[in-house]
């Protein structure tokens, strides 16, 4: 089987290519336009492999994006705008990216026959949820411009399955972690700068909760819904890991040699939802269960972290929001 990954030289995408090429013999292309957040030394033990196609381009181009899928069964759709600080700063790309671009990869595997699209989703579309999880059925009520525009998203790619019969899944998951990440989002900045000797910003009162889904356990969900998930439907994955910031900062400096000194409060995010979770019963009717638990994928993370600076260090340099 043939599958074209759409953002696979980002965090999840390049890490989904690996659990793909560790897991089957199907083939991958990657489309990826390189953005800050996507670059080539994520594919570097990749790249080589006689099994994995590179082509550098925007979903917004339909043409190009029609050319390069043709041929291929399967779309896994990564490629997004993703970081909520950025999209508070300006959510013209966010909007840009994620909803025109989306609907320009259901139009194109429309037209070239796809067998089967999975778009990735997140949790943060549900909005805050104070008790219990959230259902695949619930009502979305995202609060900033990237989790609307991924709701969006959403919405785009499951209206291509109601109107042309287009074989769309869509899934939601919770806060990803792991090799790769770009140090932007709270884990890795966190560990790169304790690492460094560095203190880390901590929104708010530090006890906005999230649940933590180490990336080889959720790519291994997407596997099963690339093979058994149902057009149409809605899959959420979740990590049952739902812990306070704070928490997390705790076991952070923990596995780094560093103390409370390393921790510095700072004013909380705009329109920063509180706590989120989903419920997982659909995903695991399908077969899948988390492998590792908070604690070993987090030391795991920082392991990998503190191996491979020569990943991590150059991309420190590129601009940011400033908090993760």
């Not at 943060?124 to 995202?142: I, M, N, Q, W």
């Not at 990590?239 to 400096?253: F, H, I, W």
């Not at 596995?255 to 019963?281: C, F, M, P, Q, W």
């Not at 990998?304 to 260090?313: G, T």
Request: hydrophobic share 35%; with cysteine; proline share 4%.
């Amino acid at each position: 089987m043939r599958q074209l990954v759409t953002g696979g030289a980002g965090f999840i995408g390049s890490n989904y290519v690996r659990h793909v090429l560790a897991t089957s013999d199907d083939d991958v292309t990657i489309y990826d336009a390189l953005t800050y957040a996507g670059n080539l030394s994520t594919l570097h033990d990749v790249g080589e492999d006689p099994r994995v196609r590179f082509v550098k381009g925007d979903i917004c181009d339909l043409g190009t994006l029609q050319e390069v899928m043709a041929g291929h069964q399967v779309v896994v759709h990564f490629a997004a705008e993703t970081h909520v600080d950025r999209s508070i700063g300006g959510s013209h790309d966010f909007v840009q990216t994620n909803c025109v671009g989306t609907n320009y990869v259901m139009e194109a595997a429309r037209r070239v026959g796809v067998e089967k699209v999975v778009h990735i989703g997140t949790d943060e579309v549900y909005g805050s949820v104070a008790h219990g999880s959230s259902k695949e059925t619930d009502r979305l009520d995202p609060r900033s411009p990237y989790s609307a525009s991924k709701a969006g998203s959403d919405l785009i790619a499951l209206s291509h399955h109601a109107t042309h019969g287009l074989p769309v899944v869509v899934t939601r998951c919770t806060n990803n972690f792991g090799p790769y990440q770009f140090p932007e989002k709270v884990i890795p900045l966190f560990t790169t700068n304790l690492l460094d000797g560095g203190t880390v910003p901590l929104y708010g009162d530090g006890l906005n909760e999230r649940d933590w889904l180490y990336v080889d356990d959720h790519c291994a969900a997407l596997s099963l819904v690339v093979e058994r998930g149902v057009a149409g439907e809605v899959y959420n994955v979740g990590a049952g890991n739902e812990t306070p910031n704070r928490v997390l900062t705790d076991k952070l400096l923990a596995l780094t040699g560093r103390d409370e000194s390393a921790v510095r409060y700072v004013v909380d995010r705009k329109g920063h939802d509180r706590r989120y979770s989903v419920g997982i019963t659909k995903v695991t009717a399908l077969g899948w269960r988390r492998r590792r638990t908070l604690d070993e994928a987090l030391a795991e993370t920082v392991r990998w972290y503190r191996d491979n600076r020569w990943w991590w260090e150059p991309l420190k340099v590129i601009p940011g929001p400033g908090v993760g």
